[in-house]
């Protein structure tokens, strides 16, 4: 939308508003003089006042990440002849290099993607298992409040990521397996500036983990990797990872195997031993991806496709579904009116997260019933305009037998959308000794609750919050998306369909709106937070629009940086548009 028709369209005091409130939402910087939430962005002079860019256009492919270096490997893998599929793997293995916060191989990985050939949505669920040999009762002893702890041995699960590439690869991968590991291996090696938001977000780790409060059974490793030097880096040092180097070798040259059968699994199945923990190597050698399902729903014209059980993606279409029996559009962009009907839309959905997403290998989760129009009717139907659900319910089903996004395209049309991570606050605190990486603390999404179909148990994949979106048009691809962030994904992912959809967003311009969050209600984990919970506004959102949530009974919460970082490339005849947003350090290319 044309920044001329787009202003036409909103109230005369809206473009300052947004203007003002947008610099308070950008990432905050130590010097003072640059703290300045009374300065308003520049002008551009076409497209959305709120916009911090235009999209990057292609007509052979593209690719949209979280940082520049994962992107230029991204775009040279296409160049050299590589599928979308090959620079994916290698935009993921400089991200594990690059941006270790969010993502790396000690972690799992969520895909979806458009096969070309057969013309459909494929679904790849990376996610790896708890450990055989830990049992529920000593899960339970090391519980705090009812809760599995967030760091430590007891919170790793099998990683996933470097068997789902691998299966990846091998369907639809051109290039040798062993050249996709190249630049990560030259930049680990050589080293590279540290973006913003990688420098602070180490800061804050190394803090956390080394403050002895949580309990993690060592962090010498942790140290010696991302803080040689008794700090981590800051903004524009460089800094070189040689473990990881070496380790990311070792993958190139063996493959899979290196990893889940080789040195790094006899490697990881040591340092378990040492410290007390539980993961092995036949833990590790039992692992495989699997392919599975993509389910979808329609949104008024536009069919959104996310991934099932175990991961959260059916929150998505079920919010989707629920918002679509409102007139979002008639309510007005960024109004108080769209903004509550979908908090609340997300607030249901949530619930039945709550109540029936998990392992579908351990429990029968229903959900082509959770997606129906006929239950979102159901639910919708809840939701009063001007006042706030006091208290939300998962459905009666019927009786029946952190992290980083990042997409691709290529000159074949195949679109990758894919989502990797490590969890909460950089993972574990683990880093097995010499590997240069951090496991994953994904355990820590089991419930304790006996009868709880996430409840733990040995060999189980946990609820998981990562989950790559994707969109179809008219039968053909449209949009690969996707929001980082835990809860956020889903109640951003929605709200990205919306802009586009309802408020004729471009693009980029979807990604840079001002986004709202909710937190509270019941969570998969077993966790409930009683009453109506937060409503987290970006300073972006016009303040008639928050005074009128307040006034409708919301607890407005602040602007935390809880709002994720949005990725997408959109499918055009014979192009590619491809977006980042000013939340990341990314950069979206095409050529």
């Given at each position: 939308?044309?920044r001329?028709?787009?202003?036409a369209?909103l109230?005369a ?19 003072p003089?640059r703290?300045?939430?009374d ?5 551009r002079i076409?497209?959305a ?6 999209a990057?256009?292609g007509?052979?492919g593209a690719?949209a ?11 040279d893998i ?5 599928s979308a599929?090959?620079?994916a ?18 972690g799992d ?16 669920n990376?996610s790896?298992r708890?450990p ?13 409040n009812?809760?599995?702890?967030s760091?430590?041995a007891?919170?790793?699960s ?8 691998w299966?990846?690869?091998e ?5 040798p ?16 500036p540290i973006?913003?938001n990688?420098?602070?977000y180490l ?12 309990g993690i059974?060592?962090v010498d490793n942790?140290?010696?990797?991302w803080?040689?030097d008794g700090?981590t880096?800051r ?9 990881l180097?070496r ?7 063996g493959?899979r195997d ?6 790094i699994a006899?490697?990881?199945?040591r ?9 092995t190597k036949?833990?590790?050698?039992a692992?495989?991806?699997?392919w599975t399902?993509?389910y ?11 991934l099932?059980?175990?991961?959260q993606?059916?929150?998505t279409?079920?919010a989707?579904?629920?918002?679509e029996?409102?007139d979002?559009?008639?309510?007005g962009f ?6 509550h ?8 959905a949530?619930e ?19 997606i129906?129009k ?6 919708a ?5 001007d006042?706030?659900l006091q ?9 029946r037998?952190?992290t ?17 991570s490590n969890?909460r606050?950089m ?9 240069g990486?951090m496991?994953?603390?994904r ?5 304790l609750?006996d009868?709880?179909p996430?409840?733990?148990a040995?060999?189980?994949?946990p609820f998981q919050t990562?989950?790559?979106?994707f969109?179809v048009?008219?039968g053909?691809?449209?949009l690969?998306?996707?929001i ?5 994904q889903?109640?951003g992912?929605?709200?990205?369909i ?8 471009s693009?980029?311009?979807a990604g ?12 998969p ?5 009683p009453?109506?919970?937060?409503l ?12 009128a ?8 919460g ?7 970082g949005?990725q997408a490339?959109e499918?055009?005849?014979g192009r590619?548009?491809?977006?980042t947003?000013?939340?990341?350090d990314?950069v979206?290319l095409?050529?």
């Amino acid at each position: 939308m044309r920044r001329r028709t787009f202003l036409a369209a909103l109230p005369a005091a809206l473009p300052g508003a947004l203007m003002a409130g947008a610099a308070q939402g950008q990432t905050r910087n130590e010097t003072p003089n640059r703290d300045r939430p009374d300065v308003a962005p520049g002008d551009r002079i076409d497209g959305a006042t709120f916009a911090s860019r235009s999209a990057a256009w292609g007509t052979h492919g593209a690719a949209a990440t979280a940082h520049p270096l994962a992107t230029l490997a991204a775009i040279d893998i296409l160049r050299a002849g590589g599928s979308a599929v090959d620079a994916a793997i290698a935009a993921n293995a400089v991200l594990g290099y690059a941006e270790p916060i969010a993502c790396g191989i000690g972690g799992d990985c969520f895909v979806m993607l458009w096969d070309p050939k057969t013309k459909e949505v494929v679904g790849l669920n990376g996610s790896g298992r708890s450990p055989r040999g830990l049992s529920l009762e000593t899960v339970r002893s090391r519980a705090k409040n009812g809760l599995i702890p967030s760091h430590g041995a007891i919170a790793v699960s099998v990683p996933g990521a470097v068997d789902a590439w691998w299966t990846l690869h091998e369907r639809y991968g051109k290039l040798p397996w062993k050249d996709l590991f190249a630049p990560a291996i030259a930049h680990a090696s050589e080293g590279a500036p540290i973006s913003q938001n990688v420098g602070y977000y180490l800061q804050r780790s190394y803090a956390n983990f080394t403050g002895g409060k949580l309990g993690i059974e060592e962090v010498d490793n942790f140290k010696a990797v991302w803080a040689p030097d008794g700090a981590t880096p800051r903004e524009g040092e460089i800094f070189k990872n040689p473990a990881l180097a070496r380790t990311y070798g070792l993958i190139a040259q063996g493959g899979r195997d290196a990893f889940y059968e080789g040195e790094i699994a006899e490697t990881i199945e040591r340092y378990f031993r040492r410290i007390g923990g539980w993961m092995t190597k036949a833990d590790l050698a039992a692992h495989r991806a699997e392919w599975t399902k993509a389910y979808s729903s329609n949104y008024r014209g536009v069919d959104v496709y996310s991934l099932g059980p175990n991961s959260q993606g059916l929150a998505t279409l079920q919010a989707l579904n629920i918002m679509e029996r409102f007139d979002i559009r008639g309510m007005g962009f960024q109004s108080a009116a769209a903004i509550h009907h979908g908090a609340e839309a997300k607030r249901l959905a949530f619930e039945d997260r709550a109540r029936y997403y998990a392992d579908p290998s351990f429990y029968d989760v229903p959900a082509d019933w959770l997606i129906s129009k006929d239950y979102a009717a159901e639910r919708a139907r809840l939701i009063r305009p001007d006042s706030i659900l006091q208290t939300v319910y998962a459905g009666q089903a019927p009786t029946r037998g952190d992290t980083t996004y990042f997409t691709t395209a290529d000159k074949d049309g195949m679109m990758v959308s894919i989502i990797q991570s490590n969890y909460r606050g950089m993972g574990s605190g683990l880093a097995p000794d010499g590997l240069g990486f951090m496991l994953q603390n994904r355990g820590e999404m089991f419930a304790l609750t006996d009868g709880h179909p996430n409840v733990y148990a040995p060999a189980k994949r946990p609820f998981q919050t990562i989950i790559p979106g994707f969109a179809v048009k008219d039968g053909a691809p449209w949009l690969s998306f996707g929001i980082m962030g835990g809860d956020m994904q889903p109640q951003g992912q929605a709200q990205i369909i919306s802009n586009m959809v309802d408020f004729d967003l471009s693009l980029q311009e979807a990604g840079d709106s001002p986004r709202w969050r909710h937190g509270g209600g019941s969570e998969p984990t077993g966790e409930v937070t009683p009453g109506t919970g937060l409503l987290h506004l970006e300073s972006g959102v016009p303040a008639a629009t928050r005074k009128a949530l307040a006034d409708l009974g919301w607890e407005i919460g602040e602007s935390d940086g809880s709002f994720g970082g949005y990725q997408a490339i959109e499918r055009w005849p014979g192009r590619y548009a491809a977006a980042t947003e000013m939340r990341k350090d990314g950069v979206a290319l095409a050529y």
